[in-house]
């Protein structure tokens, strides 16, 4: 009986873990991330997986910047965007755990390391 109660506890705590889980994506994959250039005349929004959701540049930035400044302003707040929403990825997976084991985070590393080192790949060469 002794093995029937742990085995019913370990599966409440694994649901509880899941359910847990499950609001901390859902939290995470609904919010927006910006990021700004040109002394925040530029604002970039992105979603969490890094899509452009909007971009919004201040009067004064058009007027006051030559094209390819402006350009280089846009991008540089895309990529401030960008890395915010990979910074609250980061988080989330970091904070992730099922019980007392390694976080989620750990295991994707863990799991993208082998992929890169048995294919050659690497899918994010910054």
Avoid: C
């Amino acid at each position: 009986m002794d093995e029937l109660d742990e085995l019913r506890r370990l599966t409440e705590l694994l649901s509880e873990d899941s359910g847990q889980a499950d609001a901390a994506v859902s939290a995470w994959s609904t919010r927006q991330y910006t990021g700004t250039a040109d002394h925040d005349g530029v604002v970039a929004t992105v979603d969490a997986v890094g899509n452009l959701v909007a971009l919004d540049i201040s009067v004064v930035s058009k007027r006051r910047l030559d094209g390819v400044t402006l350009g280089d302003a846009v991008v540089s707040a895309v990529h401030a965007a960008e890395k915010a929403a990979a910074t609250a990825k980061a988080t989330m997976l970091e904070n992730l755990r099922v019980g007392a084991g390694p976080s989620f985070a750990d295991r994707f590393g863990e799991a993208q390391r082998s992929f890169e080192s048995r294919s050659g790949i690497n899918p994010d060469p910054r």
